[in-house]
């Protein structure tokens, strides 16, 4: 992934001064690292597939369930 955009509602998301900063990446020094040069977060992730089945341009049901199962495979997710 090369793209470097801001996720402003991510969790771990915080302004800082108007620079959105991640709590859940830190530098050599404990620092928060901005959003923007964080390239590889799962929601980055999730964006960057969902550009790029768009931009297939592929017919909606036919996909759906494959693509749902790939975003699923992205996340850490434990039910309850």
């Known amino acids: ?6 996720i402003k509602n991510c969790p ?7 620079k959105y900063g991640c709590e859940d990446n830190h530098d050599k ?3 928060d ?4 040069c964080i390239t590889d ?3 980055k992730q999730i964006v960057e597939k969902c550009k790029g089945e ?3 341009g592929v017919d909606y049901m036919f996909w759906i369930d494959k693509f749902a199962q790939e975003i ?5 997710i434990q039910e309850e």
């Open 72 to 76: 699923l495979q992205l996340l850490e």
């Open 1 to 6: 992934m090369s793209s470097k955009y801001i």
């Open 33 to 36: 690292t901005y959003c923007k």
């Open 29 to 31: 020094k404990g620092r």
């Open 12 to 18: 771990a998301c915080c302004n800082y001064k108007g």
């Open 54 to 56: 768009h931009e297939k």
């Open 41 to 43: 977060c799962v929601l």
